[in-house]
């Protein structure tokens, strides 16, 4: 079967809900095409659909999927097409979900800088849901409480970020937009 159409064949599979048996069809397209980050990508993305859907523990309290492969596959994918917006941002998204938020801001500058180098680039959605995904994952570490250290250090790049996915090039020109209305 052509490499298309098994990539297409795994996606059908995942709006059918069935992201195991997709995470099985990624499998075989990364045995026999290891430098396609296309296989790696889509497992990673089969899987946390898994675990969004099912939950991630069997019945022993055991992870039924293992974290640490989805993040690898994830840095498998956007180190072998660094240029794709989409694989960083996945990356970085999974960083944020699996609470490696100093990694994910690291994969997110990634982001920016591809964004900053390339007008036919646009991060401005990945860097606004990241904003988004930053502020809630925050929260939940320092129970709404924004006096503590974690939020103050991560807080600003949670703004810095969504002023940036609002079509800002920098805070401080959003900053000159702000002064005007006064």
Known sequence: MPEDDILTQAA???????????MEIF???????????AGYHGWAEAAMFEIQENGN????????INEGKIQSYLRKAAGLDSD???????????????????????????????????EEVDVSFHLYEAARMLIDSINLKTNFDRSE????????????????????????EAMEYMSLGE
């Open 12 to 22: 059908q599979t995942i709006t059918q809900g069935n992201f195991m048996g997709a």
């Open 27 to 37: 499998e075989s397209f990364i045995s026999a095409n290891p430098n396609d980050p």
């Open 57 to 64: 523990m069997d019945d022993k309290g055991n992870d039924i």
């Open 84 to 118: 794709n917006a989409e694989y960083l941002a996945s990356y970085a998204n999974a960083l944020i979900e699996f609470d490696r938020v100093p990694m994910a801001i690291r994969e997110f500058q990634k982001l920016r800088a591809l964004g900053e180098k390339s």
């Open 149 to 172: 250290k974690f939020a103050q250090q991560y807080t600003p790049v949670a703004i810095e970020f969504a002023i940036i996915g609002l079509g800002f090039s920098s805070v401080e």
